[in-house]
């Protein structure tokens, strides 16, 4: 069992208010926490890798002071995430749907099969979604919360932008959202987390996420937990499923949003 090395929040983190919080942050662009904002990158974008994470960190750290310089492969690390949080959303909602109980349950392969029949961007195979899954799974909940964060940034600048100082919506990316909003992303991704290490009740397998080497949030970092919103699985979704032979791994679907509320 390992937790990941972030400082914690000075006091309790509530968050009633999603659009007042969300706004007041993005409107002005201001890091409020920088320590855990660094560190969270850091184990998001190099899980397993302790120099490549401190080297990655330390160029961060120089944006604000004006330096340009990027971490490696940056612009695919990001694209990565999107197909692992697409991967864990999926997980979540045939989970919530009920869908699928006759047949085992939610699992991984069968959110893949949906992730790759459903994406028509390139290299989105199923051989290749194992493999993002592979490397991003110890912080699969960390990366979700941040994409899923960031999707709904995305859907608020769309009514309304944010303010003069604030990120235009062409710039929101999840690692700008982790960033500026390290705490909204820890207490989704520590709803997340407590959902991957459960033992779903109706999957045959063991809890999607591996409780030994998964980067856990701490107890004491002063977070708590916000669930993500539902997507709806279509009938097209289900029919992919439905055709899905056991043990083959596979394909995916379209689905409906719903933007967090509150």
Known sequence: MRFINIPPFEQKIEI???EFFVRSRLNQAIVIWPEQALALI???GWPNDAQARAASVDIVRGWPQ???SMPPRLRQIQFDWA???DIFSL???LTVSGRQLHRGGPSIGKAIELAAAQSRTKGMGKANL???WAAYKDVAHLVTAATIICADAHARAKVKPFG???LPRDQLQPLQIAMLLPDFVLSLALF???????NCPHARDEPMLDPETLWRIRPDMNVSEIAPPVRKINQQGIAILNARRAGNRGKRKHRETTPISG
Do not use: I
Not at 192 to 198: E, I, V
């Open 66 to 68: 004006g330096s340009t």
């Open 130 to 132: 194992w493999n993002r």
């Open 91 to 93: 997980h979540y909602d």
């Open 42 to 44: 850091g184990y998001m």
């Open 164 to 166: 003069a100082f604030g």
């Open 83 to 85: 197909a692992v949080a």
């Open 16 to 18: 009633p208010d999603f």
């Open 192 to 198: 997340l987390q407590n959902y991957g290490l459960a």
